[in-house]
């Protein structure tokens, strides 16, 4: 059978073709250049991987993140929204750690960390906004013990999706 990213192709994959791959990088850096804004660090300390290298761990995540969506939809009849993807980008930035700072004393556990915190936050806000019945149900004190989790624990795929749904709760 022919590798393909089509959902009735399953299990056979394919890397994604560059016009695929492409939107789905930027998109991603450019989130990630949102992010080190917000934390304050200087995006030109901060390494990310040639996305042309094959071996590139943001390459790979893109890739991972597409398969796990077809999976879901396959067995868990659970078509992906930006929440539930946006936690599949944090499962794989906490195990892959694609961002690396120059310095090398710096933390690139805590700054990987942070990154998938704060996209996890951007897609609930995101996802808040897009249906008025809910509103944000995490306190401060909540979002540090996941930003201490995701430094420390080695949390599931399914726990940061519930995790992020906790971020959203009904007015």
């Known amino acids: 059978m022919l590798e393909s990213n089509d959902i009735n192709d399953f299990p056979y994959f394919k890397n994604l073709e560059k016009q ?28 990310i991987t040639d996305p042309t290298n094959a ?12 398969k ?23 499962f794989w930035i906490l ?4 961002f690396k700072h120059r310095d090398e004393n710096f933390n690139n556990n805590k700054l990987n960390a942070d990154i998938a915190v704060y996209f996890l936050l951007q897609a609930a806000f995101k996802h808040i906004k ?3 019945n809910l509103t944000v149900g995490i306190t401060q004190e909540a979002l540090l013990n996941i930003l201490y989790a995701f430094q ?3 949390l599931s795929k399914e726990a940061i999706m519930a995790l992020a749904r906790t971020m959203a709760v009904y007015k």
Request: charged fraction near 30%; proline fraction near 4%; include cysteine.
């Open 20 to 47: 695929q791959f492409h939107p789905i990088y930027m998109k991603f850096i450019d989130n990630a250049k949102k992010v080190l804004d917000i934390i304050k660090i200087d995006k030109s300390k901060v390494y």
């Open 68 to 90: 796990r969506k077809i999976y879901f939809h396959i067995f868990h009849k659970l078509k992906m929204d930006e929440l539930n993807e946006t936690s599949f980008y944090c």
């Open 130 to 132: 897009s249906h008025s």
């Open 152 to 154: 420390y624990h080695d």
């Open 55 to 66: 071996n590139a761990p943001i390459r790979d995540i893109v890739g991972r993140v597409e």
């Open 95 to 98: 195990k892959l750690q694609p």
